[in-house]
């Protein structure tokens, strides 16, 4: 079991997406999505103040988070514009002092914060350092050949989605791991090792994440339900 003290909760966010300009603090919903992941945050029962960090380094989110009186870890501009190793883009992994490390999305407008409380209990419950959030899929798969690749139910001739055993599709939403993992390029486990990285399933709604233009615009339309 982890002690909650241990574990840092981020947010780290940048206003250099190529697919989504400025989407961090483009109005939406009148507020940003940068506003709305602190504020879910903040009203969580299990984060401690002291343990919740934003990771930014242009001057418009620093004003957000200092709006709402947030940790602030100033992160390089190298890291703002990283695209490669872990320690460059996760470059607090070595200056933040906590053993562990729950990353939120905060391009997902729809995650609950009962949803986070949820995945941080979760992980400070379990051995494993990883855990990760995925949704449930229960349909049928083909690869680039056309070859079946889901296993037909026996006894089927027609498909029939009841009877197919589930998969699990990555969420991309909150993520949790090691901290002294990352400076080895390691996050959250081996992907590869059965069992290394526990799996959380959430909602699908829940695990809509903005990487496109026509998802900011669907997202405000969920949002307003």
């Not at 959430?202 to 339309?221: P, R």
Request: glycine share 4%; aromatic share 12%.
């Amino acid at each position: 079991m982890k002690d909650i003290k241990d574990v840092l909760v981020v947010v780290q966010a940048r206003l250099n997406s190529e697919r989504v300009p400025q989407k961090m603090i483009r109005p939406f919903n009148d507020t940003s999505l940068f506003e709305i992941a602190i504020k879910k945050i903040l009203a969580s029962k299990l984060i401690p103040k002291d343990n919740f960090y934003v990771s930014v380094y242009e001057p418009e989110l620093i004003a957000i988070a200092k709006k709402h009186n947030v940790n602030i870890y100033n992160r390089s501009e190298k890291s703002a514009n990283a695209e490669s190793s872990l320690q460059e883009i996760y470059e607090w992994h070595d200056k933040l002092p906590f053993k562990y490390v729950i990353k939120v999305n905060g391009c997902s407008p729809l995650l609950k914060t009962e949803t986070i409380d949820n995945f941080i209990e979760t992980y400070i419950n379990q051995e494993e350092d990883g855990l990760f959030s995925v949704w449930e899929k229960k349909t049928y798969y083909w690869d680039k050949n056309g070859k079946l690749i889901t296993p037909w139910p026996e006894g089927l001739t027609i498909m029939n989605t009841k009877y197919v055993e589930p998969v699990y599709e990555a969420a991309h939403v909150l993520y949790a791991s090691r901290m002294d993992t990352i400076k080895n390029n390691i996050w959250m486990g081996d992907f590869q090792k059965v069992g290394d990285i526990k799996l959380h399933i959430m909602d699908e709604l829940e695990c809509f994440d903005i990487d496109y233009e026509w998802q900011f615009s669907l997202g405000e339309q969920l949002y307003n339900g």
